[in-house]
């Protein structure tokens, strides 16, 4: 297993971590962890080296607001020896702070249910404007500073899904923070808080952990027949999997890559990939084959926009760009459940004002794309092909 150093604390991290959130289940039920499975994979991991794992109060759970059963199943399975050759990392569920008190409750809860006097790594959960500025104005940092005081938490930071890098940055620059969890894969080079906030992170000296690097196995099982055939022409010979992962520790600014791994075989040939990908190793004509199977991927892009954000705010709420990332997902990946895990996404993940079908068609976004998008009836194929009952 190859080791990176976390800038500010110093912890050498192993190349990959363990994604705790996709352990293997029982009756397809997410919330029901098959635990001998799971429990052997996890030893299994820490045995070949991995050393960073990251889990959440709602993982494995019925609902973000209802406490999961990931925290307590690591309880149980880093037992003796296991704990103290690992970093632990866990999360504060932001949407459900409420007050000050709220932050201690759930830390307090959290140290019990995962068995253990201090977490190593505390970070508060998918940060987005509304998020932040409710934590902010209840403490969120003084809070931080306490319980690193009291020893409950060594580090803290953030993990991050907001479409803007502005609010990416000023986050960044808020706190003294040491690392930073951000969705990040060679489709996603720009989405989110994207390249340009890795970058701007690590120049701050965060570490940077990168979450679905596979794009939750978009990237590894379900790419259109295209892409897969530009992988196979080329050598060395490696899975889709693969390629993405190694794209990624080819990123000297990336610490770790957590893979949600629920299979002993995903997660030994994602271990065989962490023990020689190092940073800046990558040829350039590997790096060709990525930039080629992403330019297939993008030829299936069914709307040309860039997620700038120039047509927001929409004066009813709707998430144009939002709308439209679900669209171009839909179109794609060729594969029937990666379509419906996007209509379940749009369902869930945007409010009902957000969603596409709340245009009334002002047209006053238009007004505004760089790229000239029909937008108001792009969002009624969005509207249309995103229903749920389809
Ligand atoms: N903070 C946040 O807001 C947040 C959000 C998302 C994730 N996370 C964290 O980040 C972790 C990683 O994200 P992720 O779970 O989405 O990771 P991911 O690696 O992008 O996706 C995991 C899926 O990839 C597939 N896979 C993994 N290794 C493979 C291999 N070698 N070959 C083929 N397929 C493979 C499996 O899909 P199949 O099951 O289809 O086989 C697996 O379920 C999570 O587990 C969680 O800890 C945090």
């Not at 039920?29 to 052997?40: G, V």
């Not at 990251?54 to 406490?67: K, L």
């Amino acid at each position: 297993m190859l080791y990176r150093k976390m800038p500010k604390s110093g912890d050498k991290i192993s190349a990959l971590g363990f994604g705790c959130m996709r352990f293997p289940v029982l009756d397809q039920d997410p919330s029901k962890i098959d635990e001998s499975k799971a429990t052997e994979m996890l030893h299994y991991a820490i045995e070949q080296g991995v050393n960073y794992l990251d889990t959440a109060f709602p993982y494995h759970g019925t609902g973000m607001g209802e406490p999961g059963n990931s925290e307590p199943f690591l309880g149980k399975a880093l037992k003796g020896s296991y704990r103290k050759k690992i970093k632990l990392a866990s999360k504060l569920p932001s949407w459900s702070i409420q007050s000050r008190k709220d932050m201690d409750k759930y830390l307090n809860l959290q140290l019990k249910r995962l068995d253990t006097d201090c977490i190593d790594y505390y970070l508060l959960h998918t940060l987005s404007v509304d998020f932040w500025a409710n934590l902010k104005k209840l403490g969120v940092t003084d809070f931080l500073d306490q319980a690193i005081k009291d020893g409950k938490i060594k580090h803290a930071g953030f993990s991050f899904h907001d479409n803007s890098k502005t609010l990416f940055k000023e986050i960044v620059d808020a706190y003294d923070w040491t690392l930073c969890q951000i969705q990040y894969n060679y489709l996603d080079e720009h989405y989110q808080a994207g390249k340009e906030g890795m970058q701007y992170a690590a120049n701050k000296g965060m570490g940077v952990v990168v979450m679905e690097p596979l794009r939750g196995g978009s990237l590894a099982t379900k790419l259109p027949d295209a892409a897969v055939q530009a992988f196979q022409e080329v050598k060395p010979e490696r899975t889709p999997a693969e390629w993405s992962l190694r794209w990624l520790w080819n990123h000297p600014e990336v610490t770790v890559i957590l893979s949600g791994m629920n299979t002993m075989a995903h997660l030994q040939q994602n271990i065989k990939s962490a023990n020689d990908a190092k940073a800046n190793e990558m040829p350039g004509k590997e790096l060709e084959t990525i930039e080629n199977v992403k330019s297939i991927l993008h030829e299936k892009v069914r709307v040309g926009c860039t997620s700038c954000g120039y047509c927001m705010p929409c004066p009813v709420g709707v998430h144009i760009p939002q709308n439209f990332s679900y669209l171009n997902d839909f179109y794609r990946f060729d594969d029937k459940q990666t379509k419906s895990h996007t209509r379940i996404m749009y369902s869930r993940l945007l409010s009902d004002k957000e969603k596409a079908s709340a245009c009334v068609e002002c047209g006053k976004c238009e007004e505004h794309c760089p790229q000239h998008i029909p937008i108001r009836e792009k969002l009624k194929e969005a509207s249309e092909t995103l229903l749920l009952t389809k």
